[in-house]
């Protein structure tokens, strides 16, 4: 069974940082990709990023790229996303996922992740 546990949200000002991370269970973590969600309030979730297997690829939506750093710790189960430059539309509940499918690959996918989280509260104040 895989379980995914985020924690690391909170309250921040503009132009501040967090770091989430992600710790997982099972271990084909090791072995496939982990993506970052984000979902704010009366809007649908979105993709932010994702980083495969072994942390070698990883993909940002347009909104982050430059702000956001995905990363993963393979020996420790868990994988990161450092927040840098925080907007107030950044505000959402954070949600790390695995995919399911191909293991051992470079693709980074966006869609097809199988195993959530419960999720993390982001909070950006202007």
């Known amino acids: 069974q895989v379980q995914l546990v985020e924690s690391g949200g909170g309250s921040v000002r503009t132009g501040g940082a967090l770091r989430l991370s992600c710790a997982a269970s099972?271990?084909?973590?090791?072995?496939?990709?982990v993506g970052w969600f984000r979902q704010a309030p009366g809007k649908e979730r979105e993709f932010v990023a994702a980083v495969n297997w072994n942390g070698g690829s990883t993909d940002y939506t347009d909104s982050v790229k430059g702000r956001f750093t995905i990363s993963r710790d393979n020996a420790k189960n868990l994988v990161y996303l450092q927040m840098n430059s925080l907007k107030p539309e950044d505000t959402a509940v954070y949600y790390c996922?695995?995919?399911?499918?191909?293991?051992?690959?470079?693709?980074?996918?966006?869609?097809?992740?199988?195993?959530w989280g419960q999720g993390t509260q982001v909070t950006v104040s202007s």
């Open positions: 996922a695995l995919a399911a499918g191909s293991f051992y690959t470079d693709y980074v996918p966006r869609d097809g992740f199988a195993y």
């Open positions: 099972g271990r084909i973590f090791r072995s496939t990709a």
